[in-house]
């Protein structure tokens, strides 16, 4: 079988390998239909994910079919639709023990420290994975785990009915945290720097959007909450600037979440803070959020619209990584098709 391997920056090699076969009696072997390209294997890519242990098999969006899996599994039969939940955790840790295994001391995390789904098969615990409706179409599917990145932070916000929400940036990750915020019965105001990104906001269902390279973001905030501040900021586009933004535009008693993973400083003074009780909040991955958003999908209450923009052949693999390099603004979220 083939699977695609980053040995460093820029090299991407689509080799032969064997085709794994369950040896562990807890372990199903899944063969994706679709794998999703994040901006973090795109960082993978260009050596630049300090967490990623070269070589490495990239991949943690995806959705394929079950083939097989060993005497330990009960809840899967073969031919299953499944999804895969990328982390593992100890379930011992600090972290782990206060519902946070997806900051686990041991986190390891498919297709960044294990080798992930950009290959024909793959074995992994049945606890990773989950069964969807077979009904349910593969690029929505695919869709799946990024969407969790966007329920796992407006959990993390505390979104909840008739709050004002400011979502930075119209990327994936902006329009999955619109939808989740919207679904949990938000005001949702998106703020971005290109016209486009904004406008497939509007249609994706932003009640406002807002350029910020040509209007101030204080004064749309102003006006839109009557003065009061959003109620809460989500941080999807992770910049120096909208992180510095958002202690400027929430509103007293609100929280900002952070889902950035720059070492770049910001300049942020404790008055805000202190003066509006803020909570500051981080978000990373998910955590419990796969069944929420399997069931949103699988109801049609939560739809990727045309968040897929593109689908390569996986031997095509070199060349999706070529178009989104040369394409930034182009490409909203690209899949492999196996
Ligand atoms: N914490 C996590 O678990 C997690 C998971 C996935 C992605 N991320 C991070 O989330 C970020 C977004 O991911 P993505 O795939 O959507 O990226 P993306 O690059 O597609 O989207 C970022 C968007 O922000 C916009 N932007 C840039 N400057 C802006 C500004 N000043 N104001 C408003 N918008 C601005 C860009 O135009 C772009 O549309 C990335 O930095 C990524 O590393 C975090
Ligand atoms: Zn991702
Ligand atoms: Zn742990």
Same mark, same amino acid.
């Given at each position: 079988?083939?699977?695609?391997?980053?040995?460093?920056?820029?090299?991407?090699?689509?080799?032969?390998?064997?085709?794994?076969?369950?040896?562990?009696?807890?372990?199903?072997?899944?063969?994706?239909?679709?794998?999703? *390209?994040?901006?973090?294997?795109? $960082?993978?890519?260009?050596?630049?994910?300090?967490?990623?242990?070269?070589?490495?098999?990239?991949? $943690?969006?995806?959705?394929?079919?079950?083939?097989?899996?060993?005497?330990?599994?009960?809840?899967?039969?073969?031919?299953?639709?499944? #999804? *895969?939940?990328?982390?593992? %955790?100890?379930?011992?840790?600090?972290?782990?023990?206060?519902?946070?295994?997806?900051?686990?001391?041991?986190?390891?995390? %498919?297709?960044?420290?294990?080798?992930?789904?950009?290959?024909?098969? %793959?074995?992994?615990?049945?606890?990773? #994975?989950?069964?969807?409706?077979?009904?349910?179409?593969?690029?929505?599917?695919?869709?799946?785990?990024?969407?969790?990145?966007?329920?796992?932070?407006?959990?993390?916000? /505390?979104?909840?009915?008739?709050?004002?929400?400011?979502?930075?940036?119209?990327?994936? *990750?902006?329009?999955?945290?619109?939808?989740?915020?919207? *679904?949990?019965?938000?005001? #949702?105001?998106?703020?971005?720097?290109?016209?486009?990104?904004?406008?497939?906001?509007?249609?994706?269902?932003?009640?406002?959007?807002?350029?910020?390279?040509?209007?101030?973001?204080?004064?749309?905030?102003?006006?839109?909450?009557?003065?009061?501040?959003? /109620?809460?900021?989500?941080?999807?586009?992770?910049?120096?600037?909208?992180?510095?933004?958002a202690f400027k535009v929430v509103s007293a008693a609100g929280t900002i979440v952070f889902l950035s993973f720059g070492e770049e400083a910001a300049k942020i003074a404790p008055l805000p803070i202190t003066k509006k009780q803020l909570t500051v909040a981080g978000s990373r991955l998910q955590t419990y959020q796969f069944a929420n958003v399997i069931r949103l999908m699988e109801s049609g209450a939560l739809r990727g619209g045309d968040l897929v923009s593109h689908i390569f052949p996986f031997p095509d693999?070199?060349?999706?990584?070529?178009?989104?390099?040369?394409?930034?603004?182009?490409?909203?979220?690209?899949?492999?098709? %196996?």
């Open positions: 079988m083939k699977a695609a391997k980053v040995y460093g920056a820029k090299d991407l090699r689509l080799e032969e390998v064997e085709t794994p076969r369950i040896t562990k009696p807890a372990d199903v072997l899944v063969k994706p239909a679709y794998t999703g *390209i994040c901006g973090s294997d795109v $960082h993978l890519y260009h050596g630049k994910n300090p967490l990623a242990v070269l070589p490495r098999i990239m991949g $943690h969006e995806v959705a394929g079919v079950v083939e097989d899996f060993g005497g330990e599994v009960k809840g899967l039969s073969p031919g299953d639709h499944v #999804v *895969i939940d990328p982390i593992s %955790f100890c379930g011992k840790c600090y972290a782990c023990r206060h519902n946070m295994p997806n900051v686990c001391e041991s986190l390891l995390v %498919f297709g960044v420290q294990q080798d992930g789904g950009m290959r024909e098969y %793959f074995t992994i615990p049945e606890k990773q #994975v989950l069964k969807i409706d077979k009904n349910l179409p593969w690029k929505e599917a695919a869709l799946i785990e990024p969407f969790t990145i966007g329920a796992n932070a407006a959990a993390r916000g /505390n979104v909840g009915i008739g709050d004002t929400v400011l979502v930075e940036g119209a990327g994936p *990750i902006g329009i999955a945290a619109l939808k989740l915020a919207k *679904i949990k019965g938000a005001q #949702v105001m998106v703020s971005d720097v290109v016209d486009e990104k904004l406008a497939f906001a509007g249609k994706q269902g932003a009640d406002i959007t807002v350029n910020t390279a040509k209007t101030d973001l204080e004064e749309a905030v102003r006006e839109w909450t009557k003065g009061e501040g959003v /109620n809460k900021v989500i941080d999807a586009a992770c910049t120096t600037p909208t992180i510095e933004a693999i070199q060349k999706a990584f070529d178009f989104i390099d040369a394409h930034p603004g182009e490409v909203k979220k690209a899949l492999l098709e %196996f």
